[in-house]
């Protein structure tokens, strides 16, 4: 995968690959997410897991490369980004989503 990114690094440069890597990474593992969330009868939103799996994927392989563990497109930095955007999808399920009362419209049963 190294090589793969590395060419396509070359030609859209490498923020721009990192990050289009780790929006796909991202987004897969907040779909991952949803469709466990749904198994586990959780309440959380498809929108709210996706975007923290990309949010966290970005601030992870950031924090990867600013800690020196690799380059941008390097396969740590990458793997990073996927741990991060895991830890992400975890904290969002983890937040408390208000009190809902039953008459609320918007709650979903």
């Not at 859209?12 to 796909?24: R, S, T, Y």
């Not at 469709?35 to 975007?51: E, F, Y």
Request: glycine letters at 12%; one cysteine or more; a neutral charge.
């Amino acid at each position: 995968m190294d090589a793969l990114l590395s060419a396509a690094a070359a030609i859209v440069g490498a923020p721009n690959a990192q990050f289009l890597a780790l929006l796909l990474i991202g987004g897969l593992i907040g779909w991952s997410a949803t469709k466990l969330s749904h198994v586990l009868h959780a309440d959380v939103r498809a929108g709210a897991l996706l975007l923290s799996g990309v949010t966290g994927a970005w601030l992870a392989a950031e924090l990867a490369v600013r800690a020196g563990v690799g380059q941008r497109c390097a396969d740590a930095v990458l793997i990073a980004g996927a741990i991060g955007a895991a830890l992400f999808c975890v904290g969002c399920r983890a937040l408390p989503h208000g009190n809902r009362s039953s008459e609320d419209i918007a709650v979903r049963h």
